[in-house]
């Protein structure tokens, strides 16, 4: 216990160095604590968001930086799916259900307020398969009525019956969409839904921005989505084919990347605290070796110089990591709530909320980087102290 408390009267002899020192291991466990909770937030938040779609193949446009050259100019034109490929892929999907639809975007304006949404062009009679109805009707053919998402209609007040205007021209809502996530085949919530019959009218005739093909075995996914790709890509790279576990997976895997990443700004801070840690210990090893010779020379070994150096890193990581974990408790619940309201538009609602074991095992794993960066960073300078020749030493002014 004494080299405890010689290591513990050092650091109060030396208040503002220690108390900096102590700052950067709180800003490292801090980083790290933070950004890996506000990660695993995020991903939490994109997996509450994207809706249970796995029945479903998905067919878009063939892209030259799918090819891997984002910096080839055809990927700035705007690629279609012929009808004709429509077509084909309808006789390869078989008996399962195909769904072309056209994605635009218009301006929007309701009373005074006005901007751009996403609207959905899809055939009439496939619009009641897709999408389940809150309130109103479904579109049906050339009629002007539209569908508007949950979202879009709880932000304008928006109900059967209302009038907006899309495009300039005024149409009467006749039915609210459910709300329904984010899905990979269509993301309905704050968009317009139009059937494919009325788009046209006003637009005139388009090819298709996405197949979905919806699949009612399963077990065929695989099977339709190799049939796709050899009726139209036989010759050349026409479309692209995925099924939503793949879209799903490309998802979760740029999620963890990026959590990996936000981990590593943490420890790089981290890292820069030990710094000030290992630049802390030096200059006490410097100021005391008199002290240390005076000790070896009345008894003192080496291990026990050792110790005593590492007990200050260590006391040093302990306070700074505790407090840290504190902080970072309430700044993580902050910043989840912050990307929760950023993202709020979108989410299905009670999905952001992070798992408490999450949250313990990021401030705990913040905490032990922590401690362990301080002890690490106080070896050498415990190591140079316990190795100091007691005669030398005495002698250093």
Aim: glycine share 10%.
């Amino acid at each position: 216990m004494i080299f405890i408390d010689l290591a513990v009267r050092n650091l109060r002899r030396h208040k503002v160095r220690s108390v900096l020192a102590t700052v950067g291991i709180i800003i490292g466990v801090v980083a790290i604590a933070s950004l890996g909770i506000m990660g695993s937030s995020l991903s939490t938040l994109v997996g509450g968001m994207v809706s249970d779609v796995s029945d479903t193949v998905l067919v878009t446009p063939h892209l030259a930086a799918s090819s891997g050259d984002p910096f080839d100019p055809r990927n700035t034109l705007t690629a279609r799916i012929s009808e004709r490929n429509v077509g084909l892929i309808e006789k390869a999907a078989g008996q399962h259900r195909v769904v072309p639809m056209i994605v635009a975007s218009d301006r929007l304006r309701v009373q005074d307020t006005s901007g751009y949404a996403t609207v959905y062009a899809v055939p009439a009679a496939d619009i009641p398969f897709l999408l389940e109805r809150e309130a109103g009707l479904y579109p049906q053919g050339r009629s002007s009525g539209v569908m508007v998402g949950s979202l879009l209609a709880d932000e304008f007040d928006l109900h059967p019956g209302s009038r907006i205007e899309v495009g300039g021209e005024s149409v009467r809502v006749m039915g609210i969409a459910a709300e329904r996530g984010m899905g990979i085949d269509i993301n309905p919530d704050y968009a317009i839904i139009v059937t494919e019959d009325w788009y046209t009218e006003r637009h005139g005739a388009q090819d298709y921005s996405r197949v979905v093909v919806k699949v009612s075995d399963l077990s065929e996914i695989e099977d339709v989505k190799a049939a796709i790709d050899q009726q139209i890509n036989r010759r050349n790279e026409v479309v692209d084919v995925l099924d939503s576990r793949e879209i799903l997976e490309i998802y979760y895997e740029t999620l963890d990347a990026m959590n990996i990443f936000l981990l590593g700004i943490g420890g790089v801070s981290l890292l820069v605290a030990s710094v000030s840690i290992l630049n802390v210990m030096i200059i006490s090893v410097t100021e005391r070796t008199a002290e240390i010779g005076l000790m070896r020379s009345i008894g003192a070994r080496k291990r026990e110089v050792l110790r005593m150096f590492l007990y200050e890193s260590l006391i040093l990581g302990v306070i700074g990591s505790v407090i840290g974990g504190i902080v970072s408790t309430v700044v993580a619940y902050f910043a989840s709530a912050s990307v929760g309201d950023l993202f709020a538009d979108f989410a299905v609602s009670g999905e952001a909320a992070i798992p408490l074991p999450v949250v313990i095992g990021y401030v705990t794993f913040a905490m032990a980087f922590g401690i362990g960066t301080s002890i690490f960073a106080g070896f050498y300078p415990s190591l140079k102290a316990a190795r100091l020749n007691p005669i030398e030493a005495l002698r250093y002014e």
